[in-house]
């Protein structure tokens, strides 16, 4: 109705004034009958009191529809009535639909096509790695060493790009089922096994054998591998440990990594999960992208996991996922007791 209101601000400004003008006319004619003023500003009222009503009636809709925020796209497609004006916006609104659509469905399609060539990118480039890393399996010198280390960095690279472009096909490309978090734990470990060994970094394991989760056990392990891979590099030559550990926390169990390390500025911590955000330790450390935390916030929210996070300078940082606990059944209660 305000809507409706505003909209004819002009009409009645004009109606107003024609109607001070027609009273005027009586009365500079000086033929001034009370009465028959009376009547002729009764009609015009009601005409054009009638015509307002008439309009707002069958263009109800247009003003209801304007006066809301579009929720669904599908709203583009319900009509504004019979009136010559709202048929026409209904046609213009079903073709800006069909058009959006098509729009959509061509971005769509160049959207999937690059991602293909990402994966398929990346599962090439992994090939010759793994030529190379075969070639230096028998190689102890320094400069082998070296070449490992930048391996294993371009393999990190790639896993981080390679999860960039599947984030798009997220609703496809994930699976929720137990996933018993020691297991994926120990696995992601052995993953980093190198990483550990060449910052003089080690792991501390807190995780009860029987924990399972609710979760997808790909996504969470590139999740704990970023978390691993950021605790290290933080902690490298200042601590020489990294802790590991969950515990239950009402109807949910929390995964806790905790490093030792130079940790990250307050002022820091609030941006730390935007993409490409390095701030004051990516200036120390030039290998940060800004990607990981980014890529765990985005994946803990596709999965419905919360993410937390505490850090001091100086201290250490601590990351908690927070994960929906499976519960066991009859049988394996029983299991465990015996």
Request: hydrophobic fraction near 40%; charge should be negative; include cysteine.
């Amino acid at each position: 109705m305000k809507l409706f209101l505003r909209d004819q601000w002009a009409f009645a400004a004009f109606f107003l004034v024609q109607l001070f003008l027609l009273i005027l006319i009586f009365a500079m004619d000086g033929y001034w009958n009370e009465s028959l003023v009376i009547y002729v500003m009764f009609l015009s009222v009601f005409f054009a009191g009638a015509f307002l009503v008439v309009r707002y009636l069958t263009h109800r809709l247009i003003y209801q529809r304007l006066s809301k925020p579009v929720e669904t796209l599908e709203e583009l497609t319900q009509t504004y009535g019979n009136a010559a004006l709202c048929r026409a916006l209904d046609e213009k609104s079903l073709e800006q639909y069909r058009l959006y659509k098509e729009q959509l469905h061509a971005y769509e399609n160049k959207q999937r096509d690059y991602t293909t060539f990402i994966q398929q990118w990346v599962h090439q480039m992994k090939t010759p790695i793994s030529v190379i890393h075969l070639l230096l399996q028998n190689e102890d010198d320094p400069k082998s060493e070296s070449v490992r280390e930048e391996i294993d960095r371009i393999k990190r690279g790639l896993e981080t790009v390679l999860y960039i472009a599947r984030l798009d096909r997220f609703e496809q490309d994930f699976l929720i089922e137990p996933v018993a978090i020691r297991t994926l734990t120990q696995n992601v470990l052995a993953e980093n096994k190198r990483l550990f060994i060449r910052n003089q970094v080690y792991p501390e394991l807190k995780i009860e054998e029987n924990w399972r989760v609710e979760s997808d056990d790909k996504w969470l392990s590139f999740v704990l591998n970023q978390l691993l891979t950021n605790a290290v590099r933080y902690s490298a030559g200042k601590s020489n440990k990294v802790t590991i550990r969950a515990y239950e926390r009402g109807q949910h169990v929390v995964l806790e990594v905790q490093d030792y390390g130079i940790g990250i500025p307050a002022e820091d911590i609030r941006r730390v999960f935007k993409p490409y955000f390095t701030g004051e330790n990516g200036r120390k450390y030039p290998e940060s992208t800004g990607m990981g935390l980014y890529l765990v916030k985005e994946i803990c929210g596709r999965l419905h996991h919360g993410v937390e996070m505490d850090s001091e300078v100086g201290e250490g940082t601590t990351v908690r996922l927070v994960l929906s606990a499976v519960v066991p059944t009859l049988q394996e209660r029983k299991d465990d007791e015996s």
